[in-house]
Every structure is written in C-alpha cells, then in structure tokens.
C-alpha cells in the first residue's frame, strides 16, 4: 500500500507543479459492500437518472463479484462506512484520477474489465488494460497469493483490487460522476506517469 500512495503523491505534486490541483478523497459509494452499497445509496437519491443506471451498474458488479467467487454472505455483512481507499480527484469536475501500479493488472482484472457493460462511460482505453492484464499477470497473480482476502477468501487479494476497481469505475458512471480516469504507471513512477497523461488529463478536467 506505501508504494500505491507513493506513486499517487508524486503523480499529485507533477500535477501541482503543473498547476492542476488533484486531492485524495474517499467515497461513501466506494465502501466496502461494494456494489450492495451502491444499489442502496442510488435509490435514497430519488433521482430517476441514478436509478435506472443503478438497475444496469448494480447488475453488472454483482455479476463482477461472483464471477471472481466473491462470497456473498460476508459481503453483506459489511458495513459502508469503511471506505476503500482515497483516490486522486479533480475537486473542481469531481474527476477521479486512479494511477494504476502493476499490482492492478492481474487475470482477475481482465475478466473484471469483460464484463462492463457498454452503456458505462470510462476515461481509459479498456481494451489497453485487457492487454496489460494480459502482458502482467504472469507476475502479478503470484503477488501475496496465499494471503487471504475477507470477501475473496484464500488467494483473494487480486480478485478483492479488481473488483474495487471495477466498483469504483461503475459506481461512478450510476452516481453521475465523470468518467473515471485511470492511468497505468506500471514502473510506480508517479511523476513519469503523470508527464505522459498531463495532456489528456488537462483536456478532460479542463474543456
């Protein structure tokens, strides 16, 4: 997790440098019930809009979640004010801004990515990502893979990212939100990062 905020700090200060100001934050609809979480906010807003993309996005995470054998019943006993963690955003749009290291780019994201539906909007190439899923997995399914995850059981940790990932970008598009930005930095360089996206970032939060 160090090198995850390592990278998203030195990607925040290139874009500081830059002039573009990019704060962490953390998302009630982000939290861990996933997509349980979403379907029960979308409906408190009463907003018709939310509602009927919550109808297509919860669908499409809850198939996202048992496809990776995501275990429902602990999934439903969490509880939404533990948040995932804080993410880069553009407070003036409310564009998310994820820099993906190369522990994002796993088989279990790849099959995540599949799913989409294709009425979800996202600012990134998904196919690119299924390549670099492709191109890493070798390496980055071994990652802590005895570990255990709480709603992925033993050898989750993957499959618990990629369906935060997918929950994020998904959960976005049902509450309105811009389109999620994600950035691969696959080396955990930040800044690298950064100077290779700063323009289609500027044109995305900027007009």
């Known amino acids: ?4 905020q390592d990278c998203d700090s030195a990607f925040a200060e290139a874009a500081a440098r830059d002039g573009l100001a990019l704060e962490p934050q953390t998302f009630e609809w982000a939290s861990e019930p996933g997509h349980l979480a979403v379907e029960g906010l979308a409906d408190a807003t009463g907003d018709p809009g939310v509602m009927r993309r919550a109808e297509i996005g ?23 004010n533990l948040p995932f963690a804080a993410v880069l955003v553009h407070e003036e749009t ?16 790849a099959q995540s990515l599949e799913l989409y539906p294709a009425e979800v909007v996202v600012a990134f190439d998904i196919e690119r ?20 995850s709480k709603c992925f059981g033993w050898h989750g940790l993957q499959k618990e990212r990629a369906y935060r990932d997918a929950v994020r970008d998904i959960a976005a598009w ?8 994600r950035i691969p930095a696959i080396d955990g360089d930040g800044a690298a990062a950064y100077e290779g996206a700063k323009d289609d970032l500027r044109r995305r939060v900027q007009g």
């Open 174 to 181: 049902v509450m309105g939100y811009p389109p999620v930005v």
């Open 94 to 109: 409310l564009t998310i801004v994820a820099v993906d290291d190369v522990l994002h780019f796993t088989t279990p994201r």
């Open 129 to 148: 990502f299924k390549e670099l899923c492709r191109e890493h997995a070798a390496q980055t399914d071994r990652w802590r893979y005895g570990l255990a």
């Open 58 to 80: 919860v669908a499409a995470m809850a198939q996202i979640f048992d496809r990776l054998n995501g275990l429902n019943p602990v999934l439903e006993s969490c509880r939404v």
């Open 1 to 4: 997790m160090a090198v995850v």
